[in-house]
């Protein structure tokens, strides 16, 4: 069982924890939204040059997601390519955005109306 996975015991709700640990830093997010725009394998040449991230840096994010089993990578030649390790993470990362977008919309909304209020006046 991969590493990540934790022990037989452990409560599914602690593995979904780490799993969302993995993804909880925006380089990770805006690599997985890379690599989730194309079908085919992307060259680490081609992720730093969208990030603007520092190679060792990206490397260390790249870690991170190859551990937990979220992309895969493979040497050709010179170049090492990722890609998603599952088709279902693009899906995740759509719900995201989406969830995101509903709670600004309802938070806009809120604020639009806050500001139909009539102005209060401080007592002295």
């Known amino acids: ?21 993995a993804l909880a830093h925006p380089a990770r997010i805006r690599v997985l939204e890379i690599l989730s725009a194309t079908n085919d394998p992307t060259p680490v040449s081609e992720i730093l040059a969208e990030t ?15 551990r937990h089993h979220v992309v895969n990578g493979r040497r050709i030649g010179n170049a090492v390519f990722y890609e998603l390790a599952h088709p279902k993470i693009s899906e995740l990362l759509v719900i995201a955005r989406t ?18 209020l009539p102005p209060i006046r401080q007592q002295s």
Do not use: C, W
């Not at 996975?5 to 602690?14: A, D, F």
């Not at 509903?102 to 604020?111: E, K, P, S």
């Open 99 to 116: 969830f995101l977008a509903d709670t600004l919309g309802a938070q806009r909304d809120q604020l639009e109306t806050l500001q139909t």
């Open 1 to 21: 069982m991969p590493s990540f996975l934790g022990s037989p015991e452990q409560p599914l709700y602690e593995i979904k924890a780490n799993l969302f640990k």
């Open 52 to 66: 603007g991230i520092e190679p060792t840096l990206l490397s260390q994010h790249l870690a991170v997601l190859k």
